[in-house]
T-cell receptor, first 115, second 118 residues
Framework: DVKVTQSSRYLVKRTGEKVFLECVQD?????MFWYRQDPGLGLRLIYF???????EKGDIPEGYSVSREKKERFSLILESASTNQTSMYLC??????????????FGPGTRLTVL | AQKITQTQPGMFVQEKEAVTLDCTYD???????LFWYKQPSSGEMIFLIY??????QNATEGRYSLNFQKARKSANLVISASQLGDSAMYFC???????????????FGQGTILTVHP
């Protein structure tokens, strides 16, 4: 059974803390994505990666960074968490070369609260 | 740039009735894909159905069908015989043509919350 896992379902952090969100996929996918989901705004792409050590900014990268040292793992880093980063974070992966049918497989999400 | 619009923040339907969730899109690409995902309250995103821009027939998957009207740039999801378990958030999404810097990115709409009443 294919799977994308995220390190935490719920996380509470303090303003100014450095926060790491981890995502692991077991499908040998090249592409990995980080989204944040907010009511009324849908899913917005933060960063994505198409290969190990490669990363590209999405639509809302400010305040975030990412790391992909291994193909199966994609980490989202909040360098100094702020209250406006309280949100649901979703990780996804997809295969390279699937054409327009590039179905993304999602993790269960991490609900982050920054106090 | 691609854009997806879901104009219905919330929809209600009676159990066993059919319901249509609206999705319109904007793109200048000729080749693209359209997806629908379901997100129950537990949070995971579940892929439901896909339609390619060159597919001549509307996609169907069990109780789900995609009403694809290319000229109107709409890709509405039709759920037949609604069940209580269909209550969830539904997202419409779009993929760009393969190649270039697309890297499999999807553009998502705002979502529609569907509530099925017994």
């Amino acid at each position: 059974d294919v799977k994308v896992t995220q390190s935490s379902r719920y996380l509470v952090k303090r303003t100014g803390e450095k926060v790491f969100l981890e995502c692991v996929q077991d499908m040998d996918h090249e592409n990995m994505f980080w989204y944040r989901q907010d009511p009324g705004l849908g899913l917005r792409l933060i960063y994505f990666s198409y290969d190990v050590k490669m990363k590209e900014k999405g639509d809302i990268p400010e305040g975030y960074s990412v790391s992909r040292e291994k193909k199966e793992r994609f980490s989202l880093i909040l360098e100094s968490a702020s209250t406006n980063q309280t949100s649901m974070y979703l990780c996804a992966s997809s295969a390279l070369g699937a054409g327009v049918f590039n179905e993304q497989f999602f993790g269960p999400g991490t609900r982050l609260t920054v106090l | 740039a691609q854009k997806i619009t879901q104009t219905q923040p919330g929809m209600f339907v009676q159990e066993k009735e059919a319901v249509t969730l609206d999705c319109t899109y904007d793109t200048s690409d000729q080749s693209y894909g359209l997806f629908w995902y379901k997100q129950p309250s537990s949070g995971e995103m579940i892929f439901l159905i896909y339609q390619g821009s060159y597919d001549e027939q509307n996609a169907t998957e069990g109780r789900y069908s995609l009403n694809f009207q290319k000229a109107r740039k709409s890709a509405n999801l039709v759920i037949s015989a609604s069940q209580l378990g269909d209550s969830a958030m539904y997202f419409c999404a779009m993929s760009p043509p393969e190649g270039g810097t697309s890297y499999g990115k999807l553009t998502f709409g705002q979502g529609t919350i569907l509530t099925v009443h017994p």
